[in-house]
């Protein structure tokens, strides 16, 4: 599979897929980009693929085994189809490459470690990144370039909104609203809510590491602590 995303990408393939980012969380999502892309073109054996990382300003030609290339040169290479997902944890230029690549005619692709689980009447948008040891469970609505890192979950009827990142071991639990921009911090824990009565995470709002999250929380607010406590205002 390596050997083959490191032929010339000057090359024509049928497919091309574009991880955008090169530092740690990419590196460590790349893996699963192989073993996803790989599953899902073996039903049709002339399906070639090339993958790479992409970067505006690349510093060097490889990273991990794969091609590392810039922008420009992703728009360059023949193919059929290109794709593209986006590792970068910064929710507001995730959406400014996602949306300038989606005019530009790339498609997103949602990638999914295979250790990772969905259960039943679930809705997930595109772009979405399930790393490994990671559960949605049932009647979750999760919206665009969603990135769940490992051993974190989500719960029943909870709603996720778009550009939402959970970095590991985060525990969402039951009938939880999230909306656009939030970030979730390694290790907290979010209360369950109900459905009367679902627990609101604000627009752009940061839950710290290990955070304990019993009450909603504003928009634009970092909260810390165990129970979550305001810690300071994010809006510009």
């Known amino acids: 599979m390596k ?23 990419a590196r460590e999502v790349m893996p699963i980009v192989s073993e996803f892309i790989s599953k899902n073109t073996q039903a049709n054996t002339e399906a070639a693929h090339q993958i790479c990382f992409v970067e505006r300003n ?49 498609k997103p692709m949602s990638v999914q470690s295979s250790h990772s689980i969905i259960y039943d009447c679930n ?16 009647n979750a609505k999760i919206g665009k370039f969603f990135h769940s890192n490992i051993y974190s979950y989500v719960a029943h009827d909870c709603i996720i909104g ?13 009938n939880i609203h999230i909306h656009n921009y939030a970030y979730i911090g390694t290790d907290a824990v979010i209360k369950q809510g109900s459905s009367s009565k679902p627990l609101i995470i604000g627009e ?26 305001p810690l300071t205002s994010n809006k510009a």
């Open 58 to 106: 690349p510093k060097t030609k490889e990273m991990n085994g794969y091609p590392l290339i810039s922008e420009k040169d992703f728009f360059e290479v023949e193919c059929s189809e290109r794709f593209f997902n986006i590792a970068i944890s910064d929710t507001k230029v995730r959406e400014q490459i996602a949306n300038e690549l989606v005019s530009k005619g790339a």
């Open 123 to 138: 809705q997930i948008g595109e772009g979405s990144i399930l790393c490994a040891n990671t559960m949605i469970t049932s």
């Open 3 to 25: 050997e083959q995303t490191r032929k010339d990408l000057n090359s024509h393939s049928k497919i091309v897929f574009g991880l955008y980012g090169a530092g740690g969380f």
């Open 162 to 174: 778009d550009y939402v990142t959970f970095a590991p071991n985060v525990h969402c639990n039951g």
């Open 204 to 229: 752009g709002a940061i839950i710290g590491m290990g955070a304990v999250v019993t009450k909603d929380v504003p928009p634009f607010t970092t909260v810390v602590g165990n129970p979550a406590k």
